[in-house]
């Protein structure tokens, strides 16, 4: 089954604790990009990458990074995660960014 | 800059009413447009698309047409469902590498 897998589902985490949220996708896809989600806020755009080792800034990109060693794997890492990171993280993978992508089911992080 | 801007929920309807939810946006350029779907605990689900100016976008009942002249992407539906509740997000792309979304219109359907 063609999906984009995100882990852990939930996290619960202290203030400066460094995480890493996998996501995995198994339809060969070029594009990949972390968003995170927050009431009143809609989708926001972290970070995106065109292809392996290729990688930039979307529009609130700080406190996170990106790497993109492979295809099918775009992990989202917090070095010292903080209170405001608390939120709805989805990965979502795509051919091209014109149909569209596909999105995992989310992670929801909260750093207490 | 580029943003999107939507109805503002939240939208609740009698089964088989009919949906309209507004949808403008600024862009330069010529972007692509969606609509995407997002139920309770999952992820968002595209819903439809279209591509280029008067393209209708279609799916599960759903219809959204593009609008160069007005930058407007609406989705209507003519008879809503309780299995239609969920929340909304309109979309542009105009790279293929950046998306906008818009905040999400929640929709819930009553019988």
């Known amino acids: 089954e063609a999906q984009v897998t995100q882990n852990p589902r939930y996290l619960i985490t202290v203030t400066g604790k460094k995480l890493t949220v996998t996501c995995s996708q198994n339809?060969?896809?070029?594009?990949m990009s972390w968003y995170r989600q927050d009431p009143g806020l809609g989708l926001r755009q972290i970070y995106y990458?065109?292809?392996?080792?290729?990688?930039d800034k979307g529009d609130v990109p700080e406190g996170y990074k990106v790497s993109r060693k492979e295809k099918r794997n775009f992990p989202l890492i917090l070095e010292s995660p903080s209170p405001n990171q608390t939120s709805l993280y989805f990965c979502?993978?795509?051919?091209?960014?014109?149909?569209?992508?596909?999105f995992g089911s989310g992670t929801r992080l909260t750093v207490v | 800059g580029d943003s999107v801007t939507q109805m503002e929920g939240p939208v609740t309807l009698s089964e088989e009413a009919f949906l309209t939810i507004n949808c403008t946006y600024t862009?330069?350029?010529?972007?692509?447009l969606f609509w995407y779907v997002q139920y309770p605990g999952e992820g968002l689900q595209l819903l439809l698309k279209?591509?280029?100016?008067?393209d209708k976008g279609s799916n599960k009942g759903f219809e959204a047409t593009y609008r160069k002249e007005t930058t407007s992407f609406h989705l209507e539906k003519g008879s809503v469902q309780v299995s239609d509740s969920a929340v909304y997000f309109c979309?542009?792309?105009?790279?293929?590498?950046?998306?906008?979304f818009g905040t999400g219109t929640s929709l819930t359907v009553i019988p």
């Open positions: 862009a330069t350029g010529y972007p692509s």
């Open positions: 979309a542009f792309s105009n790279t293929g590498n950046q998306f906008y």
């Open positions: 979502a993978s795509g051919m091209a960014g014109y149909y569209g992508y596909t």
């Open positions: 279209a591509t280029k100016a008067d």
């Open positions: 339809m060969n896809h070029e594009y």
């Open positions: 990458s065109m292809n392996v080792e290729v990688t």
